[in-house]
């Protein structure tokens, strides 16, 4: 018998969060009208938080103003109706710091803070890095584990060491390191949330608190409905959801392009709030954006209420 006390937390920021594009006008504008659109569809969809100014949502290419603009319109537009994470890391502590603050007194419920890029610290200055932030606010944060982008990992006993800071509560997994990911979650009360949509399952199964999902930016229920099959012992369905859910993984996530280049496409191809992206990045093809609509049609001719 399950008692009061043996439940788990509940998760910092809900289950089922999406890392939502950051709209822009044709002109290449933040568009704000857009941003409150598109939040308050996810939301009404099942989406429990939503992290804005992540790599989904351009962060190395708005400015700290346009940022602080995004928490405020779409706090806004869901009230509190779900979490919103800001995405505040950079490769500068202080300036990580700077945002840390602006998003606080913007709105925000919580931080996602990722590894420093490029400059590869060593853990000990990463994880000094981490503390200063958490130090310098009154926000949760989540850590944003991704070395695939980052070039330096969070080792887990980093993590480890990290989880005793009362402000460190949760971490965004894109390690692709199972074995890791289980000694944290062995070690800590950390909340994991998958950050690659193919994971989600995975983790979910091994006892991560949910997701941060890209793909739900387009089909938002999907993924809900999965942490629910499995939540109430249908492991089969929970399954098949995530193989099918691969319609559009792998053309979003794995095509060789950004998946802000092929979320942005497919919103645009639907009528949702989408717009350009910024240079570097480039749009993507005619060719392309038909056959991301084509795999939207599939998936969604099968199961019509993810549409939502």
């Not at 006892?207 to 793909?215: D, E, I, M, P």
């Amino acid at each position: 018998m399950t008692t009061e006390d043996d439940r788990p937390a509940p998760p910092p920021f809900g289950r089922a969060l999406c890392a939502m594009v950051t709209p822009f006008t044709d002109s290449g504008a933040l568009d704000l009208d857009g941003a409150q659109r598109l939040a308050d569809r996810l939301v009404a969809a099942g989406c429990d938080g939503l992290v804005l100014s992540g790599t989904t949502g351009e962060s190395p290419t708005t400015t700290d103003a346009e940022k602080s603009a995004l928490v405020t319109a779409v706090r806004e537009a869901v009230g509190s109706r779900a979490a919103l994470v800001a995405g505040v890391g950079t490769a500068d502590t202080r300036h990580t710091v700077e945002l840390a603050l602006a998003a606080e007194k913007a709105g925000a419920d919580g931080l996602l803070v990722v590894a420093p890029y490029y400059s590869r610290p060593p853990q000990d200055a990463l994880e000094a890095h981490f503390r200063e932030i958490a130090d310098a606010c009154g926000l949760p944060l989540a850590l944003y584990d991704i070395p695939g982008r980052t070039g330096t990992r969070i080792e887990p006993d980093t993590l480890v060491r990290l989880a005793d800071h009362p402000r460190v509560v949760a971490v965004k997994d894109c390690s692709y390191d199972l074995l890791g990911t289980q000694k944290v979650l062995s070690r800590t009360s950390l909340a994991y949330y998958a950050g690659c949509d193919e994971q989600i399952l995975a983790l979910y199964a091994i006892g991560a608190a949910g997701y941060v999902s890209t793909v739900a930016n387009v089909v938002p229920g999907l993924f809900r409905a999965l942490l629910d099959a499995f939540d109430a012992g249908d492991t089969g369905a929970a399954a098949r959801l995530q193989r099918r859910a691969l319609a559009l993984i792998e053309p979003m996530m794995a095509a060789g392009l950004p998946s802000t280049v092929t979320t942005k496409a497919l919103l645009g191809a639907l009528g949702l709030p989408s717009g350009p992206v910024r240079a570097p990045l480039r749009a993507a093809d005619r060719e392309t954006t038909a056959e991301l609509l084509a795999a939207y049609r599939e998936l969604t001719s099968e199961a019509a209420q993810f549409q939502a």
